[in-house]
Nanobody
Framework: QVQLVESGGGLVQPGGSLRLSCVVS????????MAWHRQAPGKQRELVAR???????YYADSVKGRFTISRNNAKNTVYLQMNSLKSEDRAVYYC??????????WGQGTQVAVSS
């Protein structure tokens, strides 16, 4: 059974940083496109960042230049480094693993709060 376990969420001051981690078990991790999505209260879930099996990245305009997605295939882990955090970054962040046309999995989410 494929499982995604997130960690690293919490409360941070505006302008601060957090690093989210997502460990994937029960799969061949290197074959998956990994992504982070987020859902703020009252809003739809949105794609934040994506990284392909070869390392190609994509970022939403709202986080470009502030967030960095990376992966360590030896550790079956994807990371989201979040710098210069703003109040609008407050959301539940979800880890996502996809093999196009085959399967997809979601983590349970981790809460990120930004407040003084």
């Amino acid at each position: 059974q494929v499982q995604l376990v997130e960690s690293g969420g919490g409360l941070v001051q505006p302008g601060g940083s957090l690093r989210l981690s997502c460990v994937v078990s029960g799969s061949i991790f290197s074959r998956y496109v990994m992504a982070w999505h987020r859902q703020a209260p009252g809003k739809q879930r949105e794609l934040v960042a994506r990284i392909g099996s070869g390392g190609t990245t994509y970022y939403a305009d709202s986080v470009k230049g502030r967030f960095t997605i990376s992966r360590n295939n030896a550790k079956n882990t994807v990371y989201l480094q979040m710098n210069s955090l703003k109040s609008e970054d407050r959301a539940v962040y979800y880890c996502n693993a996809v093999r196009e046309g085959r399967d997809a999995y979601w983590g349970q989410g981790t809460q990120v709060a930004v407040s003084s």
